[in-house]
């Protein structure tokens, strides 16, 4: 059974920061990309960065850029998004994804609450 547990959301106030962290079972972790997305009120699901298995490739939205990073711990099966000058507009359910080719699978989210 494939579970993708998030942890570390929470309320911050603006230009502040979080670290949210996802733990992965029941897959091979090192051998799939992993990726957070987020979903605000009333909004589609968007994309916010993903990290390749070994963690030498990443990518970022253009809204987080230069103020969000990715990383995992394949030894840990856990992926990290550490979260910085965050803004009223980051909040939102913040959620972590596992791919590989066909292979997707969810966490349940963790809500992060930015207050200006």
């Known amino acids: 059974q494939v579970q993708l547990v998030e942890s570390g959301g929470g309320l911050v106030q603006a230009g502040g920061s979080l670290r949210l962290s996802c733990t992965a079972s029941g897959i091979p972790f090192s051998s799939y990309n992993m990726g957070w997305f987020r979903q605000a009120p009333g909004k589609e699901r968007e994309f916010v960065s993903v990290i390749s298995g070994g963690g030498g490739r990443t990518k970022f939205a253009d809204s987080v850029k230069g103020r969000f990073t990715i990383s995992r711990d394949n030894a840990k099966n856990t992926v990290y998004l550490q979260m910085n000058s965050l803004k009223p507009e980051d909040t939102a359910v913040y959620y972590c994804?596992?791919?590989?080719?066909?292979?997707?699978?969810w966490g349940q989210g963790t809500q992060v609450t930015v207050s200006s």
């Open positions: 994804n596992a791919r590989r080719g066909s292979w997707d699978y």
